[in-house]
């Protein structure tokens, strides 16, 4: 059996083949709705390399996959062969075809066989097509998209970034997609011993201020994603005061330090959250709005406050206040999937109140959207364009997923179950815009709702 899937990229074929061969590639690449783990990965795409996975075959059955690389032409071509798995025998060449010199086609061609003979072709043939076209078009388009925005800035030098939260769930998808644009990623990390044996890591202590002037030194820029989950547990008192001191004394340390190095970054960026602006019902938010009243207004003024430091020294800096992230990977859609796909899905409270959400791709491409315009500065909304209600969001959940969204979630069940943070990221209603990342001309890569979901989902 065959399959195919050809696209064409605004990039040259020797830049398209480089991204391929980054050892970050394969994880950028793998379908989020899969849920398939990297074991081991050897190598790259040169012959001999091996990567092995373990995918799933069945709702909670999986297994492993090993494959090896060969037929490797520079610039050109590289194929991969299983060597055990599922199939009874899998060959994928992935070609990089020059069009122009500043273009090229990406063609994936794959040839297999399932296992059981005939009976296998005749009951698995049209599953296991649906399912490489879902996951090719996925690939493609998120190749597409990520080469693109990279080539936009070829003629600028990359840059030395400094990043903290790197194991979160921005974080680790910023660095990889950093990292793949040529940029060094230096991580903070608060265990020692990581930082004394990888000279890509820096290390601080946030909560005992510590951290060593010299190891900031020279960066270009400094991205802070830490702090503690919001949605970890319920908002108890001293919960409620981790997750203020976790950002504020860690921004704290890095802006006071920042502003006194010799070689000051020209950026810092220090995430913030849409919750600053707290229950406006169908009022616009943009970047003009004053903060509102409560917990999470609280949270973000002196958040964002705690930067000042570094903005006095000169260092443009920026507060993305980030929406509701969606990924299947984690966060708010990877809990809610189960119960939607089980048809248990259904609106929070009344459902009129708006959640302004974001693809994982938009968060990742926008930060590097404020990382190269100099012209951003203070508080920058990363939400997508079009805010809907939670209504209209689990409307269309449940349309991408083929289900029914008839059972709701009452105001007296959330709050006993949940308490203040169910009420806080639940009920409360923020409509937010991105104005500034408009006017400044980012381009979304998923601008609606649905179409978030659906590439997300590959659906």
């Not at 069009?99 to 005939?118: A, Q």
């Not at 680790?172 to 000279?199: I, T």
């Not at 005992?208 to 002037?213: A, T, Y």
């Not at 190891?215 to 970890?232: C, K, P």
């Amino acid at each position: 059996m065959q399959f195919s899937k050809e696209t064409l990229l605004n990039v040259p074929a020797q830049f398209a083949f480089n991204w391929h061969a980054h050892p970050d590639a394969l994880r950028k690449l793998l379908p989020p709705w899969e849920n398939i783990k990297i074991i081991q990965q050897t190598g790259t795409i040169k012959n001999g390399d091996r990567v092995k996975l373990k995918i799933p075959i069945a709702p909670g059955l999986r297994t492993q996959w090993l494959a090896e690389h060969c037929g490797y032409e520079a610039f050109h071509q590289f194929e991969d062969v299983q060597l055990k798995g599922p199939f009874r025998d899998w060959h994928h060449t992935h070609i990089f075809e020059p069009v122009s010199e500043t273009s090229c086609k990406l063609i994936d061609k794959i040839e297999y066989t399932l296992p059981l003979g005939n009976v296998g072709a005749f009951l698995g043939k049209s599953f296991v097509q649906s399912k490489l076209k879902a996951q090719f078009t996925y690939r493609h388009r998120q190749t597409k998209t990520e080469l693109e925005l990279h080539d936009q800035y070829c003629n600028r030098p990359p840059m030395r970034i400094l990043l903290s939260g790197c194991s979160g769930l921005i974080g680790s998808s910023l660095a990889s997609f950093l990292r793949m644009g040529s940029h060094e990623v230096v991580r903070l990390v608060r265990n020692k011993q990581v930082a004394e044996q990888d000279p890509q890591a820096v290390f601080w202590d946030p909560s005992r201020g510590e951290i060593e002037r010299s190891t900031l030194e020279g960066f270009d820029a400094v991205i802070h994603l830490g702090g503690a989950n919001i949605a970890e547990h319920r908002w108890t008192d001293s919960f409620k005061e981790e997750m203020i001191q976790s950002r504020v004394r860690s921004t704290q340390l890095l802006a006071s330090v920042l502003a006194t190095l010799d070689q000051k970054p020209s950026t810092f960026i220090v995430a913030s959250a849409i919750g600053c602006y707290g229950d406006r019902k169908d009022e616009i938010m943009t970047e003009d709005c004053e903060s509102g009243v409560g917990f999470l207004p609280e949270v973000g003024r002196q958040w964002e406050a705690a930067a000042e430091p570094a903005r006095q020294a000169g260092i443009r800096v920026v507060n993305p206040r980030i929406g509701v992230v969606l990924t299947p990977d984690g966060a708010a859609l990877k809990k809610m999937l189960t119960p939607f796909r089980l048809g248990l899905g259904g609106v929070a409270g009344s459902g009129k109140q708006y959640w302004s959400s974001i693809s994982i791709h938009d968060v990742v491409a926008g930060l590097h959207f404020i990382l190269r315009t100099d012209s951003l500065a203070g508080p920058v909304n990363l939400v997508m364009p079009q805010p809907v209600t939670n209504r209209e969001f689990t409307k269309t959940l449940g349309n991408v997923l083929n289900r029914p969204t008839v059972f709701p979630l009452p105001v007296p069940f959330i709050k006993l179950l949940l308490g203040e943070m169910g009420e806080a990221l639940l009920l409360e209603s923020t409509r937010v815009v991105p104005e500034k990342l408009l006017q400044a001309g980012y381009e979304f890569q998923q601008p609606t709702l649905e179409d978030t979901f659906r590439h997300l989902l590959g659906r």
